[in-house]
């Protein structure tokens, strides 16, 4: 067994529940569904996405601000005014916004506009950032490196705990394998593992695991009934068109049909999709 500590079930005082905002709680009987772009590419774009999802049973709106790109020719997103994108959009439609932070001078900013800190892939063993991140107070989205093990992974996110934040929640995000007709290869034996070893949340992200939009939705209702709590997808209001991640991107009217269908699902595993929150714009 690993000698994490914090991050295991076995730990004496394992909180099993990470608050996204009151009352969205990662963890609890209710599944926690996040959506949005890949990246934030205007006001306009991310207008569009939360006028639609809002009404929909999601509860957290996703979208790049800082991209880790491949290339780096590649559009690295718009920084600060991405920032300030999510955070109007989070004042219209009172959605709570899921953001990537890549290195410890981004903290301060990402978490002055973003509800939850994303640590992607690329930066699961980025020690420096992990340890950043435990002293500060926002929930952690962190999600599995591309090829690391689950020792890795726990031992990522014990990095967060053991400095004082207790907030962090796992997302399985699929992991390099042989085979080039998926992205990735969702790893939902891990999810189980996961969700058995840890305390903590465990999320999937269908997106990137299969980076083909037609696979999602089914990879999506095999996530929740593999026990996760809950999902991260991608959807963009002209696929197509989309600056980052194109192919595995949803429309919204293919997101919110998504999302409905997951109740049968949920219902079989104990769980619930939970209704759509009330919005005064
Ligand atoms: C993302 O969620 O925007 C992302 C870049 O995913 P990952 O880090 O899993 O590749
Ligand atoms: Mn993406």
């Known amino acids: 067994m690993f000698n994490a500590k914090l991050a295991l079930k076995s730990y004496p005082e394992a909180i099993n529940t990470v608050s996204l905002t009151d009352p969205v709680t990662f963890g609890g009987q209710e599944i926690v569904i996040i959506g949005g772009p890949c990246t934030v590419e205007s006001l306009e774009q991310m207008d569009t996405v939360a006028s639609q999802l809002r009404n929909a049973p999601v509860q957290g709106l996703r979208g790049g601000a800082f991209k880790p790109r491949t290339s780096p020719y590649s559009f690295q997103g718009l920084g600060l005014e991405g920032l300030k994108i999510l955070f109007e959009i989070k004042q219209r439609y009172q959605i709570p916004i899921v953001t990537e932070v890549m290195s ?6 990402v978490a002055t506009y973003g509800d939850m800190l994303q640590v ?41 705990l053991s400095e004082g934040n207790s907030q962090v929640v796992l997302c399985e995000r699929g992991i390099r394998s042989f085979d080039s007709y998926t992205r990735n290869v969702l790893d939902l034996g891990a999810v189980v593992a996961l969700k058995q070893l840890t305390c903590l949340p465990v999320i999937v992200d269908p997106s990137h695991a299969a980076g083909r939009r037609e696979l999602i939705e089914p990879l999506a209702k095999a996530a929740i009934a593999a026990g996760a709590d809950g999902l991260m997808i991608e959807c963009h209001p002209h696929p197509e068109k989309s600056v980052s991640d194109a192919q595995q991107a949803l429309s919204l009217e293919e997101m919110v049909n998504l999302v409905y269908s997951l109740e049968p699902i949920a219902r079989a595993v104990g769980r619930s999709i939970p209704q759509p929150m009330p919005v005064s714009v």
């Open 104 to 109: 410890t001078d981004q903290i301060e900013l």
């Open 120 to 160: 992607g892939s690329r930066n699961m063993q980025n020690f420096e950032l992990l340890k950043a991140l435990g002293k500060v107070n926002k929930p952690i989205l962190l999600k599995r490196g591309l090829a690391a093990t689950l020792e890795e992974f726990i031992f990522a996110a014990e990095y967060i």
